[in-house]
């Protein structure tokens, strides 16, 4: 038990509900109490999409699911298939029902597919949960498939919330047919009848790893399907997943050059920047990155590798990737690890005291109250639900190089790594009372005593300029 | 009037959004959210604007919720007894002017096997007589209004009312305060404990019984309490409390409710606050809700006449309607309907039909039929009352209808906007503070602009 001040993810269900409300003619039933049916606001307040999520609630407690399944399908004759997921708390309260029948459609006669998910429990987080389910939807629906005439590959990009979804695979997609090849997009926007006809294609590309691991991997297993998990982020990261793409799909590879080099002219800003920009811009300048697992590499690895910062460490909130977040970090960082804690990530961004900060929502704050440049880059991030900007592809490098001119084209601001030497004496007394603040406020208390005190040209910290000082 | 109990499941934003407005309008309180993750989530992800809801301001500079803790369990975690309470005191002893400390013990909490209650008494132990409180969503009902949690707040701070000078001060003794590292009002909660009667305590200067307002707006209720001063009646308070120039009252600004006051209640879904007050011996007063004009007028009337008053508002109420004549005309004869998610919606359906709207349909995920008597028997009778009623038959209800407007809960109001309907929502009628005279100028307004803007959009060209 543990005082947070915000979380990266969510509950397991909501993962769920996520991949879920991506397929059209899938409808999820929400197994749970009366107050935790909040997804049909969130799907409003984030997607503003006309089309009322296909979440239905069965209360518990209530009348009984079977009675709530023959209502809801009634209610919604074109289901292909229905996903059962139970909340945390219904989880939690040992509730036990078998499987279901479900009732035919009384427009189709046919009887929808059941999906439910045996492996959830109330320790399952978001990101996982929604892998699974992706890979449950995949695992029922995909059935062999001759190969497609023309190359074809799937997209496995992220669900329905998912950061620029939409806008990142469009570009992904523009990518490809540029190369020729077709493209299908997986889960978002994608129905379950193109689920059958998933093994149809030459190749899966796995944009977001965190949400199409578990299926692809299935798909590989179980048709032999080839897959590239290289995020295209950056110039060189989409550089190489065109490359990658172009081999697995028998493409002339001098095609595939001129492709790159075109768009590498055309659209592709990142390279551009990084040469235009004077070599001081970037010399010492220190990044931190911290957040999902696709993008924490993908654009550490760009910072570090085209870019040309000092990448200090990186990390992720994702613990059940913990093993190749490491592995991958050390690419381009000398420190990785892993928390699900905001404030540990704060407090390591004050001991690193960097020139620049990507993370989500959740490292604003600390960003903020240090002054250090931001750049909320990492999912999830959710301010513009009509139209994302890409980070993928090389328009997406575009986007990013303009992110970084604004936040870097500053002079480098005046460390704390030197300022720590001028820092302010604190009494015994101040240093107890500031023990009594809770961790996870305590970094911005000392902030504010210390300036409080330097306003009032006081050499050191009492603990009455540090309860003048509190907010 | 017909009421019908659907049994269906009604679309109802989770009690727990809005936390952050609440501890803002109670001023001192802090509130402690302990839930699992799913909890949390909820929590965060609904704090931000909801669709149809007016933007919110930006929040103050300060990490997660203003005014509300978190506290993690673990699905795997069987706590112990008062490890919570450490928790809260963490997070009480980091924040300054804590007046009341309020768990939120979500239903996965008490699941895992927190006592929330003992909590509480422990952390109020360890807090030096601090209040903690837990409050929590009822887990007997089978449907959930969205205000739930407001009522349970004000449950709780009648219940930290003084009960006037012949009771003892507070329900519950607190014990001395062991150290005063919980702020300054806790501070100022001990030196108030050493009045006779706390603020607003009535003494002999006024022969009529006083008058506290349960619920509602700083705004309304200080416009009802002119209204009703007007009248000559003390208005001695409100639950929440009222400080000096508009700020939020604390726990030490609480009027005395106990035997001889009369609580007049704001809104239609203060089931359990007005409980608890009646239980202390108050008098709650069974009239109108004061939204709508004649809502308001037999609000201030019967609340005069339960202070041993008289008075008539015909004359007042007539001049309202008068002033609010041309927003009026925007909405006689319009077609309206209610999905129903916060309780308001009868009392709105009342006034609505009372200024010449037809209203074709109101829902309540949940009906107190004896708390809303006099409502429902003041609804007209051809406006048709859904308790718990299906969110998708109410989609399908909506269409046949074509209603000229719909008053829809967060979940339906963007599917219904991408049917064309006009749409307001349940939490912009809640944000512009319906209530009174003014609050009734104010609904009419919002709908006529409604209209206006609907009008313009549909004479472009596109």
């Known amino acids: 038990m543990r005082v947070l001040r915000g979380l990266y993810e969510g509950p397991g269900s909501h993962g769920i509900l996520r991949v879920a409300a991506s397929v059209e003619g899938v409808q999820a039933v929400l197994r749970a109490y009366p107050e935790e049916g909040y997804f049909s606001a969130i799907h409003g307040a984030l997607t503003r999409s006309g089309d009322p999520a296909p979440v239905s609630l069965s209360p518990v407690g209530g009348p009984g699911l079977a009675r709530d399944l023959q209502e809801i399908l009634r209610r919604s004759p074109d289901a292909e298939a229905v996903i059962l997921v139970r909340s945390e708390a219904a989880l939690l309260s040992g509730e036990e029902f078998s499987d279901p029948v479900l009732p035919e459609s009384s427009e189709t006669g046919r009887r929808p597919k059941l999906v439910t998910c045996p492996w959830e429990s109330p320790s399952l987080r978001e990101i996982e949960a929604a892998d699974l389910a992706l890979e449950e939807l995949v695992r029922v629906h995909a059935r062999p498939q001759a190969r497609s005439l023309t190359p074809t590959v799937n997209i496995f990009g992220p669900p329905l919330f998912g950061p620029g979804a939409e806008e990142e695979a469009r570009e992904v997609e523009r990518l490809l047919n540029l190369l020729g090849i077709g493209a299908t997009r997986v889960p978002l926007g994608t129905s379950v009848g193109e689920f059958a006809r998933l093994p149809r294609a030459w190749a899966n590309i796995v944009l977001y790893r965190e949400v199409g691991e578990a299926a692809t991997r299935f798909l590989q297993n179980e048709f032999g399907m080839p897959r590239v998990t290289t995020p295209p982020l950056g110039s060189a990261g989409t550089g190489a997943v065109m490359r990658a793409v172009g081999e697995l799909c028998s493409l002339d590879a001098g095609r595939v050059r001129r492709t790159v080099w075109a768009e590498l002219a055309r659209t592709a800003k990142l390279p551009w920047y990084a040469r235009l920009a004077v070599p001081e811009t970037f010399a010492g300048r220190r990044a931190v990155i911290f957040g999902d697992f696709t993008y924490a590499l993908g654009l550490g690895y760009t910072l570090a590798r085209e870019v040309g910062l000092e990448v200090a460490w990186a990390g992720t909130y994702l613990s059940q990737l913990e093993k190749d977040f490491l592995f991958q970090a050390g690419t381009f960082t000398e420190e990785a690890f892993v928390t699900d804690d905001p404030d540990e990530v704060a407090a390591r961004v004050e001991e690193a005291d960097p020139d620049l900060i990507v993370g989500t929502h959740l490292e604003g704050d600390v960003a903020d109250a240090l002054g250090i440049p931001f750049l909320p880059l990492c999912p999830p991030v959710a301010q513009n639900p009509f139209v994302g900007k890409p980070l993928m592809g090389y328009s997406g490098s575009s986007v990013l190089a303009d992110a970084l001119d604004g936040a870097l084209g500053n002079p480098p601001r005046e460390h704390r790594r030197g300022g720590k030497a001028r820092a302010l004496g604190w009494t015994e007394e101040a240093l107890e009372a500031l023990e009594d603040v809770p961790a996870f406020l305590r970094g911005r208390t000392r902030r504010l005593a210390e300036e409080r005190a330097r306003a009032a040209g006081s050499p050191t910290v009492t603990p009455e300029i540090l309860e003048d000082s509190r907010p | ?462």
Request: proline residues 7%.
């Open chain 2, 1 to 462: 009037m017909t009421i019908l109990n659907e049994s269906g499941v009604p679309d109802v934003v989770s009690p727990l959004h809005g936390l952050s407005g609440l501890a803002e309008d109670l001023g001192d309180a802090l509130i402690v959210v302990a839930g699992t993750r799913a909890d949390l989530h909820l929590s965060l992800s609904l704090s931000g604007p909801l669709p149809g809801s007016p933007a919110a301001p930006a929040p103050a500079d300060a990490p997660g919720l203003p005014g509300v803790s978190f506290v993690l369990l673990e699905p795997d975690e069987r706590p112990e007894g008062g490890i919570l309470t450490s928790r809260i005191f963490e997070v009480a002893s980091g924040s300054r002017d804590v007046g009341v400390v309020l768990i939120v013990a979500c239903r996965s909490a008490r699941l895992l096997g927190v006592d929330p209650h003992f909590e509480a008494e422990l952390a109020e132990r360890r807090l030096g007589g601090l209040p903690v409180r837990a409050i929590g969503i009822s887990e007997e009902a089978s449907a959930v209004l969205s205000k739930e949690l407001v009522d349970e707040t004000l449950r709780v701070l009648v219940g930290l009312s003084p009960r006037g000078v012949s009771g003892p001060e507070h329900e519950e003794p607190l014990p001395a305060k062991a150290g005063a590292k919980v702020g300054a009002r806790a501070g100022f909660l001990g030196r108030l404990r050493g009045r006779s009667g706390g603020h607003g305590a009535h003494d002999d200067v006024f022969e009529r019984r006083p008058v506290v307002l349960l619920g509602g707006a700083s705004g309304s209720r200080e416009e009802l309490a002119s209204d009703l001063r007007r009248a000559g009646v003390e208005v001695v308070g409100s639950v929440p409390a009222d400080a000096r120039g508009g700020l939020p009252g604390g726990v030490p600004e609480l009027p005395v409710v106990g035997e001889g006051t009369v609580v007049a209640v704001l809104d239609p879904y203060l089931v359990r606050a007005a409980r608890k007050a009646e239980e202390r011996g108050a008098q709650v007063v069974r009239t109108l809700f004061p939204i709508g004009v004649d809502g308001t007028a037999r609000f201030i009337g019967d609340v005069v006449a339960a202070t041993g008053g008289i008075t008539s508002e015909v004359v007042h109420a007539r001049q309202v309607w008068e002033g609010i004549e041309h927003l009026r005309s925007r909405i006689r004869g319009k077609r309206v309907f209610l999905t129903g998610d916060s309780g308001l919606e009868i009392p709105l359906a009342r006034f609505l039909a009372n200024a010449g709207a037809v209203v074709l349909e109101v829902g309540t995920p949940r009906l107190e039929k004896r708390f809303l008597g006099v409502e429902l028997s003041a609804l007209g009778s051809d406006v048709d009352v859904v308790e718990a009623p299906d969110w998708r038959a109410q989609l399908e209800r909506i269409e046949a209808a074509r209603p000229d407007v719909v008053v829809a809960s967060p979940g339906l109001f963007v599917p219904l906007v991408a049917r064309g309907h006009l749409c307001r929502s349940s939490l912009a009628l809640l944000a512009l503070d319906p209530r009174g005279y003014e609050g009734a100028r104010r609904v009419l307004a919002l709908f006529a602009q409604t209209f206006e803007r609907a009008e313009a959009l549909d004479a472009l060209n596109l």
